[in-house]
Nanobody, 120 residues
Framework: QVQLVESGGGVVQAGGSLRLSCAAS????????VGWFREAPGKEREAVVT??????YYLDSVKGRFTISRDNVKNTLYLQMNSLKPEDTAVYYC???????????????WGQGTQVTVSS
């Protein structure tokens, strides 16, 4: 059973940066498609970035600002978020699954979520 634990959320002013981390145990990230999703109040959960190891998808609104990376030694996934905007405010989740897609339904393992709040 894969367990994912996120960290790194917080409150930041617009234009600032945060780096989210997602540590995995019970499984190896490199064996799965991975992604970062977010859920804002009143909105559906959406894929921010997904990565198959070959293909990468970025939500249009975060292209050029967010970057996904992975440390295979630490078995940890990262999301570097720069030039943050108030509309980036949401709970961010990391996820892993056997099928690469932008649908949350295709991801089996989820972290507990970490709140990111961007003030204007």
């Amino acid at each position: 059973q894969v367990q994912l634990v996120e960290s790194g959320g917080g409150v930041v002013q617009a234009g600032g940066s945060l780096r989210l981390s997602c540590a995995a145990s019970g499984g190896t990230f490199s064996r799965y498609a991975v992604g970062w999703f977010r859920e804002a109040p009143g909105k559906e959960r959406e894929a921010v970035v997904t990565w198959s190891g070959v293909n990468t998808y970025y939500l249009d609104s975060v292209k050029g600002r967010f970057t996904i990376s992975r440390d295979n030694v630490k078995n940890t996934l990262y999301l570097q978020m720069n030039s943050l905007k108030p509309e980036d405010t949401a709970v961010y989740y990391c996820a892993a699954g056997s099928r690469y897609s932008q649908s949350s339904k295709d991801y089996t393992y989820w972290g507990q979520g970490t709140q990111v709040t961007v003030s204007s």
